[in-house]
């Protein structure tokens, strides 16, 4: 367009300087002054328009590298476009697939979660059966234990019947304990707590005026445990026996062995005053 304006100002010139030739001849004063002024005129139109050509030319040509340029570069546009459509595509792809992921991710915390509190209580139930065992154990693995300063092993069910016919007899109940001793003897003959039951049984038999079956238990005692912490409580009981059986050549012999054996004994004190008085 700036080249066609261009060109018709041009000829616009041209004609107004032809117009005005005859008073430039007048002007000049005569025809050759008139040849001249159009010759230049020419030239100076004809170098106007060459001018322009020119610039048309060279406008033209801007234009076809233009129109070259953007023809070369629009396959390369519609590639992008078709290569940020792609992309647009594979972005929606992959929040799709984030979506899921993240989805699945939930779930699987979830079962991790549900499976950790399945854990802890498989835990907590097994902890609760170890216990629960141990505590069986506990109730019938042998266990140390000290009776009348003698120390041995005891299966706990000894150690609760041996308790039980003991707290019978501190009750006064002596019927009741003589029965509950004679049956611990007879279940656990072999038992450390053996001496100290036959011991209470034969002062549950004295009590119950059962003199002579209080003779055999203190001496089963002293035949199993001749250095048993109730061996001279049991001989001065025999002794007792004896008295309480009229027999009291054989209770001051018994006293007497009392004394002998063990002279340092409590039992042996309270022997001496028995003895002084059967004299």
């Not at 020419?42 to 610039?55: G, I, K, N, S, V």
């Not at 992008?80 to 992921?101: F, K, M, N, Y």
């Not at 266990?143 to 609760?160: H, I, L, S, W």
């Not at 309270?270 to 008085?277: D, G, I, N, V």
Request: with cysteine.
């Amino acid at each position: 367009m700036a080249v066609h304006k261009t060109l018709l100002a041009s000829m616009a010139l041209a004609f107004a300087a032809l117009a005005s030739a005859p008073a430039h001849a007048q002007l000049f004063g005569g025809d050759d002054e008139a040849r001249r002024a159009i010759l230049d005129l020419r030239q100076r139109f004809e170098a106007q328009r060459l001018q322009t050509e020119r610039q048309a030319a060279q406008s033209a040509a801007e234009m076809r590298r233009i129109i070259e340029e953007t023809a070369v570069a629009r396959p390369d546009i519609d590639q992008l476009r078709r290569a940020v459509l792609d992309l647009s595509t594979q972005i929606d792809t992959l929040r799709g697939e984030l979506a899921r992921v993240r989805g699945t991710d939930e779930q699987l915390a979830r079962d991790v979660s549900e499976l950790q509190r399945r854990q802890k209580d498989l835990a907590q139930a097994v902890e609760q059966r170890l216990q629960v065992a141990e505590d069986r154990l506990k109730r019938v693995e042998p266990t140390k234990v000290t009776v009348d300063g003698r120390e041995f092993t005891a299966d706990p069910a000894e150690q609760r019947d041996f308790d039980a016919a003991l707290g019978v007899f501190r009750k006064g109940d002596f019927a009741a304990a003589q029965n509950v001793f004679a049956e611990f003897v007879r279940r656990y003959p072999q038992s450390g707590y053996t001496p100290s039951a036959r011991f209470w049984l034969g002062n549950a038999r004295y009590a119950n005026r059962d003199y002579n079956g209080a003779l055999a238990d203190f001496r089963a005692l002293l035949q199993q445990a001749p250095d048993h912490a109730r061996a001279p409580e049991a001989v001065l009981s025999i002794a007792n026996c004896q008295i309480e059986l009229k027999d009291a050549e054989a209770a001051r012999r018994t006293l007497q062995d009392l004394v002998t054996a063990y002279p340092q004994s409590e039992a042996a004190s309270a022997a001496r005053e028995r003895l002084s008085r059967l004299r």
